[in-house]
């Protein structure tokens, strides 16, 4: 489903299967001096020279973190203790748990700065935390969710099997591709659409500061979803017009930008990209789009931009940028994402630079996001 917002992950996930993988099998003595396996969360006593045994340890056990902050976002803790600290059974009567159990997690919860306690075993949210609350204005609480639901946490725990075949493990393990799954699954799709509607919200601000678009009349978003990204743009660039392109399923439940000041400005197209977009644009917007494709559907996307910009048109890609190894890089991660759940990839700026020319295009420019970028380009 080229319309919904596409994932880049903020919460870390480690799956169950490489954790009971990783951690070191070792033996102590039973009273009957007999060997007992066990697993322990601890390393091994002596470190080699140079070693981070601490470190490794930390991330062999990253998959209860994720799972926590997931059980946390889809209970909605935080939303209970919007109203400031509770104790544990206040919140287990409000969000339905076990008083026992959500103690225990709460407690952990406290050693990841999502929770705090005070010393009348209360418990409150954080200012992390509280990005788990659904009304925050930055809320990530239904990112947190899709990523720790069986959705991407089961595939993700066939990773192995992706590595050895080098085919999306979601695949294998829903006997589907991930958005004919969607497709078919109104209920998940609604969960990863309002995943990816809270990350395209969070990411434009900085798209509006970044590039100017007041030389533009006729802006496309290709796979624009809700229309959260050409909303605002069209509010802040009054001269432009605009055309929110999607599945037509996706078109329809386009209701905020329907109902905003800018609709009489905006054209709402249901479509394949894969056959054709829409005409006659002198801006084409491809958000978090291109890395969920492999390089010859990602072509077949471009191509068809080609053949339709104007003649002066601009080609804005929003995507993450790989950075070259042995350097701290999230989107190496997101990159084994699009593996496990799609036949995407994230690319580097030469990777982009060469689809580019193949399909018609000059690479211009690249203006950093922070995290993301767009990479401009013009027709040739």
């Not at 225990?104 to 509280?130: K, Q």
């Not at 000041?261 to 084409?284: E, H, K, L, Q, T």
Request: hydrophobic share 45%.
């Amino acid at each position: 489903m080229q319309a919904l917002r596409r994932s880049e992950p903020l919460i870390g996930t480690l799956t169950r299967a490489q954790a009971v993988q990783a951690i070191q099998t070792q033996t102590v003595p039973t009273g009957d001096n007999q060997q007992e396996e066990c697993m322990l969360a601890q390393g091994p006593n002596v470190a080699a020279p140079g070693a981070d045994g601490g470190t490794l340890n930390q991330l062999i056990w990253g998959f209860t973190r994720s799972q926590a902050v997931y059980v946390t976002a889809k209970l909605g803790i935080v939303d209970v203790l919007s109203d400031g600290a509770q104790t544990p059974r206040a919140i287990a009567e409000r969000v339905g748990a076990d008083e026992r159990a959500l103690r225990r997690l709460l407690r952990a919860l406290t050693t990841i700065d999502i929770l705090v306690e005070d010393r009348h075993e209360r418990f409150a949210a954080t200012p992390t935390g509280e990005l788990l609350r659904s009304n925050h204005p930055q809320s990530v609480r239904a990112f947190a969710i899709c990523m720790g639901a069986p959705l991407v946490w089961r595939p993700w725990g066939e990773l192995c099997g992706g590595i050895q075949t080098g085919t999306p493990a979601f695949d294998d393990v829903y006997g589907e591709s991930f958005f004919a799954y969607l497709g078919r699954r109104p209920e998940q799709a609604a969960l990863f659409d309002a995943a990816m509607t809270s990350i395209s919200s969070g990411n434009l601000p900085a798209i509006l500061a970044a590039y100017d678009f007041s030389g533009l009349t006729k802006i496309i978003d290709i796979g624009g979803g809700r229309g959260t990204l050409l909303q605002g743009i069209l509010e802040q660039y009054p001269q432009a017009s605009g055309v929110l392109f999607d599945l037509l399923p996706v078109v329809t439940e386009a209701h905020p930008i329907k109902a905003s000041s800018v609709a009489a400005r905006c054209s709402f197209v249901g479509g394949d990209m894969f056959r054709a977009v829409p005409p006659d644009g002198d801006a084409y917007i491809l958000k978090s789009i291109l890395h969920d494709w492999s390089d010859a559907e990602a072509l077949q996307i471009l191509r068809n931009c080609r053949q339709v910009i104007a003649e002066q048109g601009k080609l804005l890609v929003v995507e993450l940028l790989l950075a070259p190894s042995n350097q701290p890089d999230f989107t190496k991660w997101l990159d084994l994402n699009m593996l496990v759940l799609l036949s995407g990839r994230e690319r580097s700026e030469a990777e982009f630079r060469e689809l580019y020319a193949i399909a018609g295009f000059r690479l211009t420019r690249i203006i950093p996001l922070g995290a993301r970028a767009i990479i401009e380009g013009v027709p040739i």
